[in-house]
């Protein structure tokens, strides 16, 4: 079974060509015989402010999970963060999570987290946090060992009171007589700006794995950001992203995978773009596949509330036992111009 998705929006508002927001989602999977497991799921989104280019918030989330029969088991999940303020191209904030996890036939466990947050005031380039924070963790058959690591740091700039910098990462593991392995990792960055306490990026991402003696495999993964400008409030960016995966005895598979995006441009509140993936796959003993992915579009122009584009994509996939396909694809265009035209 091979499934790729792949999703990118770019947009560029006015005369000025300057861009908004690009967002990549792709998504692969393969599963043989000997039930080896690949998910990679990346979605990338980059926003250029205005006509000075200011660059405000790229994000990238990447997950990839290695399983086969020796029940061998990779996970590695990354979530990087930048953010540059304006004119005088300031960086703000760096944010870098990475998890590692491997455990084989002989129930060794390897855990790394690592968590860097680098902080650049002003204009003057003065440094003002950098933080890391690494935890190993090895534990076999004979060794069940229980770690919980919190990390919390928070900063206050200067005499305004003005919040830079509040990061905390979470892991939790817990691995008993049954081997069950429960592992929950969280981070959680907000920022607020200056006096008008404007705020810029908050960035979440969750990742938790079962695994016990039935050897399911659960994994949901969490990336949401929302950035607000200035004092007038305006939401640029919000991107969601959740994949769920579930395999038990029977070898069903279930893959939802959903990106949202929304971003609203000024004080005047027009929607620009909405894009909404979603993916699903039902795979069991006899090997039936269901895929159904539906991309929407939607595109708001100006004050006038003027609709000018509506893109709807369906495909319907049924393959069962007697190998017999059914497609449906439908796509629907429609444009409206403004009351001008």
Known sequence: MHTIASLEISYLDDAHLTMHTIASLEISYLGDAHLTMHTIASPEISYLGDAHLTMHTIASLVISYLGDAHLIM?????LEISYLDDAH??????????ISYLGNAHLTMHTIASLEISYLGDAHLTMHTIASLVISYLGDAHHIMHIIASLEISYLGDAHPTMHTIASLEISYLGNAHLTMHTIASLEISYLGDAHLTMHTIASLEISYLDDAHLTMHTIASLGMSYLGDAHLTMHTIASLEISYLDDAHLTMHTIASLEISYLDAAHLPIHTIASLEISYLGDAHLTMHTIASLEISYLGDAHLTMHTIASLEILYLGDAHLTIH???????????????
């Open 74 to 78: 990779h996970i590695i999940a990354s």
């Open 89 to 98: 191209l300031t960086m703000h904030t760096i944010a870098s999570l990475e």
């Open 327 to 341: 497609t449906k694809a439908s796509l629907e265009i429609s444009y409206l111009g403004d009351r001008f035209s």
